[in-house]
């Protein structure tokens, strides 16, 4: 069995979180401040009636939609089941929305998380690999890392033989504003371990595109 250890550059870029979990929380004060800030950047008069709560709404909204980066993926991984299952547990078309790191936009789509438990057949609850994804898509992101996190996680937490990642996402700052390809996915995967071996590798592919 190999053993895979936490990448580096992954850690540094969400260090804080992956380091200690719960260490600090969002400042909601400062998104405020900062929203007011922008508001009257663009032009507008953050004290009209329509935009006078906005700013606390928008640090609401920021403290849900990165509340990833104070979560720890053992917090959800931790719990496992011994079912003596020793094959490929997938949970296909898991939703998520993102934000993009590079212009604050949502992307958004479904991750696929596979794993072939460790060889004494401990498992962990599916809903876990949905939290899995969730942890690491509440945070500014880009979706080759959300990908290697998630797949990393598994890897770490769940000791597994194999394990594969795929996510298929639309980015809104390529849809809505730049480039404006509405439609246009990315497709993006990893895949550690049993699963690197064509045929098992083949396998998980036709169950995750066999919609
Ligand atoms: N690889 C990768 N690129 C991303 C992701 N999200 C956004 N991008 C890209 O990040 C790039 C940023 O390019 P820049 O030239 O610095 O910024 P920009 O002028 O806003 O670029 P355009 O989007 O082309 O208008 C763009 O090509 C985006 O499509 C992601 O998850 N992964
Ligand atoms: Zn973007």
Redesign the pocket.
């Known amino acids: 069995m190999t053993h895979f250890d936490d990448d580096d550059d992954l850690a540094a870029a969400h260090g804080s979180a992956a380091g200690s979990k719960h260490d600090h929380k969002v400042d909601r004060p400062r998104i405020e401040a900062a929203v007011r800030e922008i508001l009257l950047a663009i032009g507008e008069d953050p004290e009209r009636g329509g935009l006078l709560d906005t700013p606390k709404r928008v640090a609401k909204a920021y403290a849900e939609m990165f509340a990833g980066l104070h979560q720890h993926p053992v917090d959800v991984l931790s719990t496992t089941f011994d079912l003596d299952h020793e094959e490929l547990v997938l949970v296909k078309d898991i939703p998520f929305y993102s934000t993009?790191e590079?212009?604050l936009v949502p992307?958004h789509g479904v991750a696929h998380v596979g794993y072939i438990p460790s060889h004494d057949g401990k498992v962990t609850g599916l809903s876990k690999l949905a939290r899995l994804v969730d942890i690491y898509a509440r945070r500014p992101?880009?979706?080759?890392r959300l990908t290697t996190q998630i797949v990393e996680a598994l890897v770490t937490h769940l000791n597994p033989r194999g394990a594969i990642v795929v996510v298929e996402c639309e980015?809104m700052?390529?849809s809505m504003?730049?480039?404006r390809k509405p439609g246009a996915k990315?497709v993006t995967s990893a895949v550690r371990g049993q699963l690197h071996d064509p045929a098992t590798r083949a396998e998980a592919m036709s169950l995750i595109l066999g919609r």
């Open positions: 993009c590079h212009h992307f992101q880009v979706q080759e980015h700052c390529m504003r730049g480039i990315t």
